[in-house]
């Protein structure tokens, strides 16, 4: 059996130092916020993050709601010995595990809530179908998938960083991501907002797992 490969947090091993400050700069915790205040997490709510890299949106998730239960996720074990730091050192009491969207490790009807954050365009198309139906898997009746990602929008992505990161890691469009929420089994998935970035056109989906 071949090993399973992942793109880690940073894109390269070297460059998962200046992650963060990168993030930083380009005001990436605006984008985790709004995602926050989509997904309406509420006290006891249990909530995994798929793909969290070094854990910036499921620390600020425990931080806005602290009973919560909060789980991040993620192939890259580099970065998830940053995540448990950074977790440490905020004095938030949650879980970072290794693992990977196409095959979550746990058990059916799991979660209240699953976040992805600018994780999906990475994902080949088999796997991003693999990863939706995981999703659903893991949710509780009435639990909600809250999703943001880069999407080709109308048109080329402007600016030179907008169009490196679309060149590396791709993007798709929003009929893409909502006819896939569709196919895994999600109740009306939806498009609910989108803005332009410095890293081009990023959009919120929402999608509800009603049996």
């Not at 071949?2 to 390269?12: F, V, W």
């Not at 009807?109 to 990475?122: I, Q, Y």
């Not at 939706?132 to 893991?138: D, G, K, N, Q, Y």
Request: with cysteine; glycine share 10%.
């Amino acid at each position: 059996m071949s090993k399973r490969t992942y793109l880690p947090a940073a894109g390269s091993d070297w460059l998962l130092p200046f992650y963060d400050p990168f993030t930083r700069l380009l005001g990436v915790e605006v984008v985790h916020r709004q995602l926050i205040e989509q997904a309406g997490i509420r006290p006891g709510d249990r909530v995994l993050e798929i793909g969290c890299g070094t854990g910036n949106l499921s620390i600020l998730a425990k931080r806005l709601q602290p009973t919560a239960e909060i789980i991040g996720m993620d192939p890259d074990p580099k970065a998830l010995i940053r995540a448990r730091r950074k977790a440490e050192c905020a004095g938030a009491a949650m879980h970072f595990d290794q693992g990977f969207s196409e095959g979550l490790p746990y058990p059916d009807g799991s979660f209240d809530k699953v976040l992805s954050a600018l994780m999906f365009h990475h994902l080949q198309p088999d796997a991003k179908k693999l990863a939706l139906l995981e999703t659903r898997r893991v949710l509780r009746s009435a639990g909600s998938l809250h999703l943001v990602d880069f999407s080709a929008g109308n048109g080329r992505p402007h600016g030179f960083l907008a169009r490196l990161v679309h060149h590396r890691h791709g993007s798709q469009s929003d009929d893409t991501v909502i006819a896939l929420m569709r196919e895994a089994g999600f109740h009306e998935p939806r498009e609910l907002a989108h803005q332009a970035h410095i890293l081009g056109r990023i959009t919120y989906y929402g999608a509800d797992f009603i049996p």
